[in-house]
């Protein structure tokens, strides 16, 4: 049974940072885009961050200079690094993965989903 299961959410004042992990199992991810997508309440799914097998990145405007992806493929873990955070970043963050070599903006692209985890930002 494949699994996508996110850890590191959590409160912070502005100008903070958190870092997020998200580990996979049942099978290797190493070939898939592994991404982060976040939604705050009323607004739609967006993505934060992608990362392909070989290590290039798609980062969201929003969080450019910021936020960076990194993954671990030998451990099936991507993990995201985000600081000097803002309210604006409050949202809940899910981990997705896309059998693709390919990163995608598209949400409904993506095969594999964690269950979410609650970043507030606010002082």
């Known amino acids: 049974q494949v699994q996508l299961a996110e850890s590191g959410g959590g409160s912070v004042q502005p100008g903070g940072s958190l870092r997020l992990s998200c580990t996979a199992s049942g099978r290797s991810f190493s070939t898939n885009v592994m991404a982060w997508f976040r939604q705050a309440p009323g607004k739609a799914r967006e993505l934060v961050a992608a990362?392909?097998?070989?290590?290039?990145?798609t980062d969201a405007d929003s969080v450019k200079g910021r936020f960076t992806i990194s993954r671990d493929n030998a451990k099936n873990t991507v993990f995201l690094q985000m600081n000097s955070l803002k309210p604006e970043d409050t949202a809940v963050y899910y981990c997705?993965?896309?059998?693709?070599?390919?990163?995608?903006?598209?949400?409904?692209?993506?095969?594999?989903w964690g269950q979410g985890t609650q970043v507030t930002v606010s002082s």
């Open positions: 997705a993965s896309r059998d693709s070599a390919y990163a995608s903006y598209n949400y409904a692209s993506y095969n594999y």
């Open positions: 990362i392909v097998s070989g290590g290039t990145t």
